[in-house]
């Protein structure tokens, strides 16, 4: 088929994109929607309105970003090149004159590219860039050409006097010519004449050579004065400096081409740059090394969100966190600002934090980060892992100003950059490109991303920050090791079934991909996560100490009677008076508590931590808290005085009902707050007069989903939807461009649609139905949209006829009365 369609191309040559379209399979127009899906929404009708689709400026920019950066130079050198070129032209601008077998050996892959994309048609003897793209890599006075070249000598002599050429043809020895036409030809035939232009370079000054060195690989403009100096004169007067202002003059592109020696670019790069090793390690020691990062992943989250159980800090009226809350929390996780926020966006990402939605707003954990908790620490961590790999949200945005000047905040709204997944994971394609243990130098990294997508590096350089943060974020989760990419982290990026040059330009995996893969990531890591321990180091100055991660409930009693003083790979917790106190407030008894730290120590439980249990134990509910507003009761009417004559308990309103009762007038919460930070240990009782055991309820949201990805302009089409759009924009170009038949000179007045009376329409149906004939029909709908049709009737009865739509490629029903005319097809076998 192909074959055909190639001899087909030769023998009649496409005028135009559409025409080159339709000389190709449906394979190759497959490949071109999977590249460019922007031109499926909504799916064409036809192939002209394909074409027409792909040269818009916005689908053509978003083509061009795609393109690595030898193929945008291509790219760029036919945007300078004649039009159309063939390319034998565009070969000579790449290789220059002197060749370049590098070049010359990569130029058929970036034609080929160029032609897949729908960015250039036409036979290598008439290779035409689409128009769009042309317009955007040419050069232009307000927007220099990436070659550094400027206009031809026939766009800079556009409005310049006839007598001025004819002046600079005296000046370089050419005969005067009748009109300014053949006056720039013979400037462009010397300029392009490589012996001539030799020979007239001898003559020239070497100031005025020095000057054509700096313009000749751009920007070719230069601005001159009333009186130019004499180099800048005599180049001015020999035509190879042509002004295009009073002030300003410009190099011609010929004339820069000669200089180059034909070339267009300064410096190709036919070759991806390779990758640096910057340091190797044994596999198995960067698995480990990212199997405990992957636990310690696993500590902070739960620790942050622990801190957070009983509702974390308010919500911005803009939305997101404060600064200040930000700095608070950090300091509370003992952690960087950074850091901090790459745990609260990703917890926020994988749906376990959210805002509560209550009056007085505040971020808390959602009931998923309970059902998180249940999970195996595998599962826990791939869960993360594939919410940061897929997810748009951009921690290392936060600090950063949006373009109104605008501070972005950690868990915001404007934080979501749709271009990270894809950086993300090419990064890690890049890292498992390596030898397994080979950590990359981040530099060559840069320059690898920026040779594929060159556009975008141009562009605000968020491609480089976001593969920069990929890096350290990659690293602090445990997907890398030391630097290099992970076993584990192979699996969860898709990598370890393939090879991964695969992966340079293949579309991001469906969810269902990435659930396999997290499954094959979590088998991998599960055997490398510590095993958490069911004791703890008690050491005399009050603290605990964890060696490494404890076991779930064991940690979730320590965080009631102790405070968490310092994490890391081992944790240190402090026993105060007031952990002590939390605890015997969730309902503990003395006992309870020596019991407890005596089964879990591996060293005896010293002295100073049992005094301390006793003394806030015997203390502890000696005073009684209730309703009336409030009241304290205490069976010692001294310990009530004391309480009376202390000035700190002014604010609380305290009265005295009886020797053993006091009234308050703020509420039992707030006086047990302020009778603590008096010193005392009161407990809340019932109406009963029962003790109140609190326990540490958690707060939680309503349940919330968590946040969506924002996509990156449309979703790479499947198999299914490319194969019924192929089927459409097929049927639909059968049907735009069958050759039909006019009923008679009189019905052609102009309108698209054929015109015939009721009992012809009828007649012509009945006719083809026998036949099994084909007839173009012009169709009015119920909202009175017409179209035009290609239909095969089958059936025409009860003033319906039921027919195969050749357009949509089914088999339809029309009622006979919306149909406005029929006419046969000229060529039935076409």
């Given amino acids: 088929m192909s074959g055909a369609t190639s001899g087909g191309s030769r023998a009649t040559p496409p005028r135009t994109l559409a025409e080159a379209l339709r000389t190709r399979d449906d394979a190759s127009l497959a490949a071109l929607l999977r590249a460019r899906p922007d031109l499926l929404s909504p799916v064409p009708g036809d ?88 317009e955007l890599l040419a050069p232009s006075n307000t927007h220099p050409s990436p070659t550094g070249l400027g206009p031809t000598v026939a766009e800079a002599t556009a409005g310049m006097s006839p007598t001025r050429l004819q002046g600079i043809l005296g000046a370089i020895g050419l005969s005067t010519t009748h009109d300014p036409v053949s006056a720039v030809h013979a400037l462009t035939s010397l300029f392009t004449d490589r012996a001539r232009m030799d020979a007239l370079l001898d003559t020239a000054p070497s100031d005025a050579l020095t000057v054509l060195d700096r313009l000749v690989w751009g920007p070719p403009y230069g601005e001159v004065s009333a009186d130019p100096a004499p180099p800048v004169r005599w180049l001015r007067d020999h035509g190879l400096l042509l002004p295009t202002s009073a002030r300003t003059v410009v190099l011609p592109r010929e004339a820069a081409l000669h200089l180059r020696v034909g070339r267009a670019h300064r410096t190709p790069e036919p070759v991806a740059p390779g990758l640096v090793e910057a340091s190797t390690h044994t596999a198995r020691m960067v698995d480990l090394t990212a199997a405990g990062q992957a636990f310690t992943t696993l500590s902070t989250v739960e620790g942050l969100l622990k801190d957070w159980d009983r509702g974390g800090p308010p919500v911005l009226r803009s939305g997101g966190l404060s600064v200040r809350d930000l700095k608070r929390t950090a300091a509370a996780m003992d952690l960087p600002e950074p850091a901090a926020a790459f745990w609260l966006e990703l917890a926020y990402a994988a749906g376990l934090l959210a805002s509560d939605g209550e009056s007085d707003e505040r971020y808390a954990p959602t009931p998923a980060y309970d059902d998180w908790l249940g999970l195996p620490p595998e599962e826990r961590w791939s869960r993360l892992a594939v919410t940061w790999l897929r997810g748009t949200r951009t921690a290392g945005l936060v600090g950063g100003q949006d373009a109104k000047g605008r501070t972005l905040s950690a868990l915001g709204p404007d934080l979501d950059r ?68 992970a076993a584990h982290g192979r699996a969860l990026a898709g990598l370890d079934r393939a090879p991964t040059s695969l992966f340079a330009h293949a579309p991001l995996p469906t969810e269902s991909e990435s659930a396999g893969h997290a499954l094959r990531a979590a088998t991998l890591v599960a055997p490398l996560i510590p095993e958490p321990l069911d004791h703890v180091l008690l050491q005399a100055d009050l603290t605990a100490v964890a060696p490494g991660p404890l076991r779930r409930p064991l940690a979730e009693m320590l965080a009631v009677i102790a405070d968490v003083e310092s994490r890391g790979g081992a944790t240190v917790y402090r026993f105060t008076p007031g952990s002590v106190r939390r605890a015997l407030d969730s309902g503990l008894a003395a006992s309870d508590l020596h019991a407890f730290l005596t089964e879990h120590s591996r060293t005896p439980v010293p002295q100073p931590l049992s005094y301390l249990i006793d003394d806030v134990a015997r203390r502890h509910g000696h005073l009684r808290v209730g309703s009336a507003c409030a009241y304290v009761r205490c069976d010692d009417d001294a310990v009530l005085g004391e309480i009376l004559a202390d000035k700190r308990s002014g604010t609380l309103g305290l009265r005295r009902l009886a020797p053993t009762v006091l009234a308050a007038r703020v509420e039992a919460v707030a006086l047990l707050d302020g009778l603590r930070a008096m010193g005392f240990a009161p407990a809340a009782e019932s109406a009963a007069g029962d003790v109140l055991i609190t326990r540490a309820d958690a707060h939680r949201t309503p349940a919330r989903t968590a946040p969506v990805p924002v996509p990156e302009g449309p979703p790479v089409p499947d198999e299914t939807l490319l194969d019924v759009a192929l089927r459409a ?72 006829v039921t027919a195969y739509d050749h357009t949509a490629d089914e088999v339809k029903t029309y009622p006979l009365h919306r149909i406005t005319g029929v006419a046969e097809l000229a060529d039935e076998s076409a």
Wanted: charged letters at 25%.
């Fill in 418 to 485: 749709s271009v990270a997944p894809e950086v993300r994971r090419r990064v890690l394609a890049l890292l498992a490109e390596l030898p397994e243990g080979t950590a990359p130098d981040p530099d060559s990294v840069l320059a690898r991303l920026r040779w594929e997508r060159p556009q975008r590096g141009a562009t605000g350089d968020l491609r480089t920050r976001l593969a920069l943060w990929t890096l350290d974020e990659a690293e602090l989760l445990g997907v890398t090791g030391r630097g290099a990419l």
């Fill in 729 to 800: 924009i097929r049927a639909g170009d059968m049907a735009a461009h069958a050759v039909r038949r006019e009923p008679d000179a009189a019905a052609s007045n102009g309108s698209a649609l054929p015109r015939t009376s009721s009992a012809e329409t009828l007649a012509t149906m009945q006719a083809a139905a026998m036949t099994g004939s084909a007839l173009w029909i012009g169709y009015v709908n119920a909202d009175g949209a017409a179209s035009q049709r290609v239909i095969a009737p089958v059936r025409v009865e009860g003033g319906f």
């Fill in 47 to 134: 192939l002209g309105l394909l074409a027409t689709r792909a040269g818009t400026r916005a689908s053509v920019v978003r083509a061009l970003e795609r393109l690595d950066r030898f193929a945008l130079q291509t790219a760029e050198a036919l945007a300078v090149a004649p039009d159309p070129a063939t390319y034998d032209a565009l070969r000579a601008l790449m290789c220059g004159d002197e060749g370049d077998p590098a070049v010359e050996a990569a130029l058929p892959g970036a034609v080929r590219m160029l032609r897949e994309q729908a960015l250039l048609w036409g036979a290598d003897d008439r290779l035409r860039l689409v128009r769009t793209a042309r």
